[in-house]
Every structure is written in structure tokens, then in C-alpha cells.
């Protein structure tokens, strides 16, 4: 490796130091800690995180697993912005001659259950509650074909990895964590676009209330973001526009 | 429910303020301010028709330099807008043709021209019965 140096602060969340924590003054168990990491043009910001582990801190805890972009698990905010820890390479922050500067933070609007990791299951039941998988006669008798034109209605959406930067980077879910928000709101419209889907019906009644496709004002950050290019914030928009068809259909058929 | 563990960063009111993306976006939500100035006032003039002498004190109050000052500022306002809604609108109703898409930039073009097509209908009309008196 070269002599190039970066300067990496981690910020670090010890539940177990929260003995005296009867004043729920979690701050107190949150700090930022600094490291020395080598790095060159291909060391990737999990890269840093693992040195740090295996070199100088064995206790730092974070998710990761396919080293790239496929799994979706090491979600970080990197100086304020959620990245994919593995897409995302230090050689962007560089600040000097051979050095680098960046923070690592837990990705932002989720709970924090150690140093980087996060509670996910607000995100996983707004996912679960959207029911993203087709619906309808998929017998294995049925042949279920697909023409291009059909396929690309859909292909963009279909991408998501589920990796929640893009709830990292939504204000609206930040302020408000009923809101479905972008990743599964972009999942229940990747299955409403699918030629072979036939749970469209189900799947509206969420979208129309006002956490559902409503709470969004189009900031657009989420899509920003997005490490696979999905769109969500085009996904959610397209989603008003079949929700408000979808209200007045039923306005004048008075069904729900 | 089991009580969660961790703790949560609560989201502050001044969150837009931590990047530029965030910036840009209240000021396109700001454009409203103008744009609510600008409607009032001309709302206020419709109503003052009604009376030859309260038109006439809307009119010197068109002309006051304020006023003109903001009048720029929501015509401002409107176009920064129109720029941020159209270059939007592509993502929202996507058009296909079978498996292609038809580009964004069509779509914005197009929609620049529907604004200069109706601007150039309005003044022509505001010429035409404008030279009639």
C-alpha cells in the first residue's frame, strides 16, 4: 500500500457503557473516534472500516457482506450523505498531498443499535406492508410471458437492492416515520407495473393514504442517492398519478 | 411492542440547511411567496374595476417602485419554477413508445415551447386591444 493517509472518524454507540443510563441521555454512550487508515486509488470506504477492525479496534461494529453493491448492507452516512460503503472509494475525499479526510456516521432516521448499525424494521414493515411480489395466477402451469415493451415498463424499479439510503436521505420519513417512504413505495409500483401483477387493488388503498404516495413533496434526494439508479422519487410521483386516477374511480363507483 | 433499543437522531428544523440539494429545493418551495404577492395585488386590482377611482389608486400603486421590484421577483419566481417543474415532469409521466422512451429533453423542450406559444398568443392580444383604444 502507499504512504497516503486518511483520516477517518467513526462516530461510536456502546449500549453496554449505558449502565448509568436511567436518564436515557444516550448521547452520552455516542462519540466520534479518529483512525489512521492507508489507502490508495481502489481502497473502498469498507475497505477503511475493515482495516480499522482487523488493525486498530477490533470492538467497531458494522453490517456488510458481497463487497459489491448487490447486497445492499453497508449503508453509511459518509460526511452527511448515505453511500454504499463498498461503491464509494476514499480517493474522493481527498484534502492534501497524500491525505484524506472523511466521518462515518450510522445511516440517519433509523435507530442506531451499535456504533454503525441500524435498526431496519421501520423500513421492512413499510416494505412488507406494500406486498411486493406478483399476485394473481402464477400457478407454475400458467406460462407467464413477457414481451420487451411489457419488461421495460418495470426493469428501472426492479433494481432496488433494499439497502434504505434512500429513507438516509428523505426528509419526510425523517420528520415522520409513517411514511411508506421511497423504497418500498418505488417496490409496490415496480409489481403495479408488471404486465403479469394482478394485486394492484390491494396494494393502492396504502399508497392513497396520506403516508403513503401524499407525504412526499418531491425533494428528490432519495433518487440522488440511489446506488443502482432506480428512481425512487419518480416511482412515487408516477404513484400519485395512479392514486389520484385510482380516488376517483372509486368517488364514482363509491366502492373502497 | 418490546421497547427499541439504540437511540434516534431527531431530525431538527433547520435539517436544509446541511446541503445544497436541500437549499435548492426550498427555494423552489419558496418561489410561493412572490407568486402569493403577485396574485393578491392583481386580485385586488379585478375588484378595484368596479370603482373608476379606486382603479386609478391601483394604478399608482402598480407604478410604485416596491411593487414593480416584486412583480420582477415573482416573474422570477414563476420561471425558476417552471425550469425546476418541467425538468420534473419527465419522471413523473414518462412517454413510451412499445420499449423506448422518449427522451427527457423532448418533453422539456416541448414544454418551453408551449409557454413561449401561449406568452406570444397573450401579447399579441394584449397588442391588438390594446391599440383599439
Known amino acids: 500500500m502507499s504512504d497516503n493517509k486518511c483520516t477517518v472518524m467513526v462516530q461510536r454507540y456502546l449500549p453496554e457503557s449505558d449502565s448509568h443510563a436511567e436518564t436515557s441521555h444516550h448521547a452520552a454512550q455516542v462519540f466520534m473516534q479518529s483512525f489512521e487508515v492507508p489507502f490508495d486509488e481502489s481502497t473502498s470506504i469498507l475497505d477503511a472500516l475493515n482495516y480499522i477492525k482487523e488493525e486498530l479496534d477490533p470492538s467497531l461494529s458494522f453490517r456488510w457482506s458481497c463487497r459489491m453493491a448487490i447486497c445492499g448492507s453497508c449503508g453509511f452516512m459518509v460526511n452527511g450523505i448515505p453511500k454504499l460503503g463498498c461503491k464509494e472509494f476514499l480517493r474522493n475525499y481527498v484534502t492534501g498531498q497524500n491525505k484524506a479526510e472523511l466521518t462515518i456516521e450510522p445511516l440517519a432516521h433509523f435507530t442506531v443499535e451499535r456504533d454503525l448499525m441500524v435498526n431496519m424494521d421501520e423500513f421492512l414493515h413499510h416494505l412488507e406492508a406494500v406486498q411486493p411480489f406478483l399476485m394473481g395466477d402464477t400457478s407454475a402451469t400458467i406460462v407467464n410471458k413477457q414481451t420487451p415493451a411489457q419488461l421495460a415498463k418495470y426493469k428501472q424499479f426492479s433494481n432496488c437492492i433494499n439497502c434504505g439510503l434512500c429513507y438516509s436521505a428523505c426528509p419526510q420519513f425523517g420528520l415522520n416515520p409513517e411514511f411508506v417512504g421511497p423504497g418500498a413505495i418505488a417496490l409496490a409500483h415496480r409489481y403495479n407495473l408488471d404486465s403479469r401483477d394482478k394485486g394492484k387493488a390491494k396494494r393502492m388503498p396504502l399508497l392513497n393514504e396520506h403516508n403513503g404516495v401524499w407525504s412526499c413533496t418531491f425533494v428528490g434526494f432519495c433518487s440522488e442517492v440511489c446506488p443502482k439508479g432506480v428512481d425512487p422519487a419518480a416511482a412515487v410521483n408516477q404513484g400519485k398519478v395512479e392514486s389520484a386516477k385510482s380516488m376517483l374511480i372509486q368517488m364514482f363507483t363509491g366502492g373502497n | ?133
Not at chain 2, 415551447?113 to 401579447?123: L, Q
Request: proline share 4%; aromatic share 18%.
Open chain 2, 1 to 133: 411492542m418490546e421497547q427499541q433499543k439504540g437511540y434516534k437522531q431527531e431530525l431538527r428544523g433547520n435539517w436544509w440547511l446541511k446541503h445544497t440539494f436541500f437549499k435548492r429545493y426550498m427555494l423552489r418551495e419558496a418561489t410561493v411567496l412572490p407568486l402569493v404577492f403577485f396574485l393578491s395585488v392583481m386580485l385586488v386590482g379585478v375588484f378595484s374595476l368596479l370603482d373608476s377611482v379606486q382603479f386609478e389608486a391601483w394604478q399608482r400603486l402598480m407604478a410604485h417602485p416596491i411593487v414593480i421590484v416584486m412583480n420582477i421577483l415573482a416573474l422570477i419566481a414563476a420561471f425558476y419554477h417552471a425550469f425546476t417543474f418541467f425538468e420534473l415532469f419527465p419522471r413523473v409521466m414518462p412517454i413510451r413508445f412499445g420499449d423506448k422512451l422518449l427522451p427527457a429533453s423532448f418533453i422539456v423542450a416541448g414544454q418551453w415551447i408551449a409557454v413561449v406559444a401561449v406568452s406570444a398568443g397573450f401579447i399579441s392580444l394584449f397588442l391588438h386591444f390594446g391599440g383599439a383604444q
